[in-house]
């Protein structure tokens, strides 16, 4: 029942965004999602993301970064092989406290 609900309202949104179901997700269209959803997105390119005991910052793998709102949740997206992956828990991700 999780993927139907999923399906559901990820067409939702796309009537919301005036999107259509079929096309990929661009980035130029984030904006337009963080007005629907009241969030701020960070994009993550897997491909560039820093390697552990580096001098690299997780801001330097960024492909997209939000206008900060104070007032939106944020959202951290991973693309990998062009298809974005939801971020839940930061610090999981990142295995950091």
């Keep these: 029942m999780g993927r139907n609900i999923r399906t559901e309202l990820a067409k939702v ?19 337009k999602i963080e007005q629907i959803l009241k969030c701020n997105i960070y994009l993550l ?10 001098t690299a910052t ?14 939106y949740k944020q959202c951290w997206l991973l693309l990998n092989d062009n298809h974005y992956d939801v ?6 991700f990142l295995a950091c406290d």
């Design 45 to 54: 390119d897997v491909d560039n993301l820093p390697v552990l005991n580096t």
């Design 87 to 92: 971020i839940t828990k930061t610090t999981g």
């Design 13 to 31: 949104l796309c009537t919301k965004c005036e999107m259509n179901w079929d096309d990929a997700v661009s980035v130029e269209s984030f904006s």
């Design 58 to 71: 997780l801001y330097q793998s960024l492909l997209y970064k939000s206008q900060y709102d104070e007032n």
